[in-house]
């Protein structure tokens, strides 16, 4: 027998952090449907023997001031700040991130390419941080020089991205890569400078609970919430929803944060322009392994950087530098995030042995048996891919949902690079402009 749920304005897909905030910012006339057994999609944390787990790195940065009064309302005073500590491993070496103007403790060869090179950038060209001329790739020489590009840039991005950078746009970079000045640059190769620079020279980060407090503080805050609700069907025409129980939900208005990719198996009936339009999209994958490792010679780093591809992982990072509260005494946690793609294949069921390896031999861990918990997070989304077909791709879709009163939100439902910040923002934004619509 099918369901059918009382009518709201509003019907939200997805109850992760643009959902929530969706919901929260529309106050009342809305419903959110989440196909997990728990709410939190992408912003959750696991617990085991007294480990807590995120899903991966989750960090919270604000530049804005009501997002930041906000959380901090939403945590009730469950918020640190923290000085950034971030460093990159290459060439058998520690240094300070951002590369781009940290080379002190790099090789002396390497450190002279890499500030001769920046500097003939500066006395050649002046850079744009739009990256509005070229691909990726182009603008990482034009910028910092091929020196800076070759040790580090375009290593780093190749791994991270999984495709050449050359295939890449520069639409997400603006806020996300720091340009330093010549001068800074100059005092990081010569001296260990810890000017900060870029949008997480600071983060807060919860005191207890790991990053699903967060979540936890909206929920909290938001009624008509139902989980265990997988939608099959939209009938966009008909403006319904069908989930797998076969229940219906007709609506006003539909928000979508479910990944974007998602959606075009959802939709009855579309042109053939948006299934193609759909079929480009392109993203990465990352394969988190989460850590615990006996031991409490406690780092004070909070993630290193690895562009070399003799190393799995592209970052980790050490939650127990965040907050002490998320693994036992004498215990510390580590998270190893590791990129893939349909461009860059990798063996799950060896990733594990070889990032404990990994870490070994970089001297992360002392021994291989001191790692007494590994719990791979498989993330099939983890990043949007910028490459010459998204911004059409996505427009095309964005037009022809909006034709039928669907709004996409989020990191995922929006098929952007975002900070959380960004996605609390824009699920503001999107209840706001509901608000008029109803």
Not at 246 to 251: N, P, R, S, T
Not at 392 to 401: S, T
Request: proline share 4%.
């Amino acid at each position: 027998m099918k369901q059918s749920f009382n009518n709201n304005d509003i019907v939200i897909l997805g109850a992760g952090l643009a959902g929530l905030s969706a919901a929260y910012h529309l106050k009342r006339g809305y419903s959110v449907f989440e196909k997990e057994p728990e709410i939190g999609g992408m912003t959750r944390s696991i617990r085991k023997d007294g480990y807590t787990f995120d899903y991966d790195g989750h960090l919270l940065h604000f530049r804005s001031e009501y997002a930041f009064n906000l959380v901090s309302e939403i945590l009730n005073g469950n918020l640190a700040p923290h000085k950034r500590n971030a460093w990159i491993y290459s060439k058998g070496a520690f240094t300070r991130y951002p590369f781009q103007a940290n080379f002190y403790g790099l090789p002396k060869p390497v450190v002279k390419d890499c500030l001769m090179d920046f500097i003939k950038t500066r006395i050649t060209s002046a850079s744009s941080a739009s990256g509005a001329n070229g691909n990726f790739e182009n603008w990482i020489i034009k910028t910092f020089g091929r020196g800076i590009a070759d040790y580090f840039m375009l290593p780093y991005n190749r791994k991270f991205w999984t495709v050449e950078p050359k295939e890449m746009t520069c639409e997400w970079l603006e806020g996300f890569v720091p340009v330093p000045d010549l001068e800074d640059t100059v005092a990081g190769a010569i001296s260990d400078s810890t000017k900060p620079y870029g949008y997480n020279s600071r983060f807060w980060y919860p005191v207890k609970g790991g990053i699903s407090e967060l979540i936890k503080g909206f929920s909290e805050r938001i009624k008509n919430t139902h989980v265990n609700k997988k939608a099959v069907t939209i009938d966009q025409h008909r403006k319904e929803v069908i989930f797998e129980d076969a229940a219906i939900k007709k609506y006003r208005n539909l928000v979508v944060t479910i990944p974007l990719p998602e959606l075009s198996g959802l939709l009855v009936d579309m042109p053939r322009e948006i299934k193609e339009a759909f079929s480009a999209l392109r993203w990465t994958s990352i394969y988190v392994l989460n850590l615990g490792v006996k031991s409490d010679n406690l780092t004070e780093k909070h993630w290193v950087y690895y562009p070399e591809e003799d190393v799995i992982f592209y970052r980790i990072g050490f939650p127990t530098s965040f907050s002490m509260d998320v693994a036992p005494e004498k215990r510390t946690s580590i998270y190893a995030e590791i990129a893939y793609s349909d461009a860059k294949k990798i063996n799950k069921e060896e990733a594990p042995a070889r990032a404990i390896k990994d870490l070994k031999r970089c001297g992360v861990i002392s021994d291989e048996s001191d790692v007494e918990i590994c719990l791979p997070i498989d993330l099939k989304y983890g990043y949007a891919l910028y490459d010459s077909k998204r911004r059409h791709a996505v427009q095309a879709i964005k037009n022809y949902l909006e034709k039928f009163n669907i709004h996409t939100a989020g990191r995922y439902g929006s098929w952007k690079y975002m900070s959380m910040e960004d996605v609390i923002l824009e699920g503001k934004q999107t209840a706001e402009s509901l608000k008029f619509k109803v």
